[in-house]
């Protein structure tokens, strides 16, 4: 009978609660929390301890590369000088644009700006989805070049590279038959680094719209913050991926050292 | 520790208190964030040798720290949250690390 009185009257008890500690008590304030800030650190904690799986399954992906560069160090050269610098720039900086748009809506979900928040995310999925268009280009690049490893794949520019007509000269070290085949590798792992990536990215503007619409209906303009902050920190994660695979697939082989 | 009930964790003397990073913060992270952008894409283009790929590196770690300190708030959390993220990369660098033995273990440059 005690259960029945309780359900028809089921905010009795909350509302003492509150009023005794004179904070107001947060719908998606979980009974076994025994505070706001316990639930906070609880899910940031967990959101870190995936983030740390990620860093291991991403971690596999940059170990095949380190591993598979010194073997074919003259193929991953060649082939990775045919990545636009340009472009793989302009998508950092567009990424980073991402993620600094992302850190504000953060904050505006702090101070409880709802209209802040919905921008700040809308800008996050403009850039983001920015970075994929760049990032299709490049993939529709390499499928017109047949530099997609398989049967399609061509070796005959790694082999005889063109002539620049300037200086009658090589514009790349012609490779060897053998190691001309390893520049597969390259862009196999090309794919897949920055495939993953894309996927990730994929999956969070996916996420981006879902929490777009929830703050839109102001669920996180009232102190609760924990699936914003949580998803920034994924996207943010995201980022610094790229920071990595930028300078390793782009930059570090225009002057190989030796 | 027993005799307080203490559930927010405020009287340990490890407890951060919630802080909400101003938007300057962020503009400068971002400003900085981008100046290394165009920082480590210039020295692509200069011949700096066996250099070029730790550069480059450097650039990349430092942009990811301060990624993780400011706009991931690791700066501002407990140090719960700061011995986790920690513990994560240094498992990571243990693994490649050991992975990598034989190339430690021989002469550096000659493999």
């Not at chain 1, 398989?150 to 053998?178: R, Y």
């Not at chain 1, 390893?182 to 794919?191: R, S």
């Not at chain 1, 993953?196 to 703050?215: E, K, Q």
């Not at chain 2, 964790?9 to 919630?18: G, I, K, M, S, T």
């Amino acid at each position: 009978m005690d259960n029945a009185i309780v359900a028809t009257r089921p905010h009795t008890h909350e509302t003492a609660v509150a009023a005794e500690h004179e904070h107001v008590v947060l719908p998606q304030h979980r009974h076994h929390f025994e505070t706001k800030e316990q639930q906070r650190e609880a899910a940031t904690f967990g959101m870190w301890l995936f983030l740390l799986t990620e860093i291991m399954f991403f971690g596999g992906l940059f170990f095949a590369y380190l591993l598979y560069r010194n073997w074919y160090h003259d193929a991953f050269v060649v082939s990775s000088n045919q990545l636009s610098i340009p472009l793989g720039a302009a998508n950092t900086a567009i990424l980073i644009t991402s993620g600094f748009f992302m850190a504000l809506a953060v904050w505006a979900a702090e101070v409880q700006k709802k209209r802040l928040l919905v921008i700040f995310l809308v800008l996050t999925t403009v850039f983001g989805v920015a970075f994929l268009g760049i990032k299709a280009v490049e993939y529709h690049e390499k499928w017109e070049k047949h530099h997609i490893p398989g049967s399609h794949f061509d070796v005959s520019e790694f082999i005889n590279p063109p002539i620049n007509p300037k200086t009658g000269k090589p514009t790349e070290t012609p490779l060897a038959p053998d190691m001309a085949q390893k520049t597969q590798v390259f862009f196999f792992l090309y794919f897949a680094m920055t495939g993953m990536h894309a996927f990730h990215m994929i999956l969070g503007i996916g996420l981006l719209f879902w929490l777009t619409w929830r703050a839109n209906r102001g669920e996180f303009s009232a102190g609760y913050v924990a699936p914003i902050e949580n998803f920034g920190l994924y996207w943010h994660f995201v980022d610094i991926v790229w920071l990595f695979l930028f300078p390793l697939l782009y930059l570090i082989n225009r002057h190989p050292g030796y | 520790m027993s005799e307080f009930h203490d559930p927010s964790n405020v009287l340990n003397p490890e407890h951060a208190d919630h802080q909400i990073i101003t938007p300057l913060t962020y503009g400068m992270v971002f400003a900085t964030l981008l100046i290394f952008t165009g920082v480590t894409v210039g020295a692509a283009y200069i011949d700096l040798g066996i250099f070029n790929p730790v550069v480059a590196l450097a650039i990349a770690c430092f942009k990811a720290v301060v990624v993780i300190l400011f706009f991931m708030h690791v700066k501002y959390q407990s140090n719960l949250i700061k011995l986790t993220v920690a513990a994560g990369f240094f498992t990571f660098i243990v693994l490649i690390t050991m992975t990598m033995s034989d190339y430690i273990s021989r002469a550096w440059g000659l493999w």
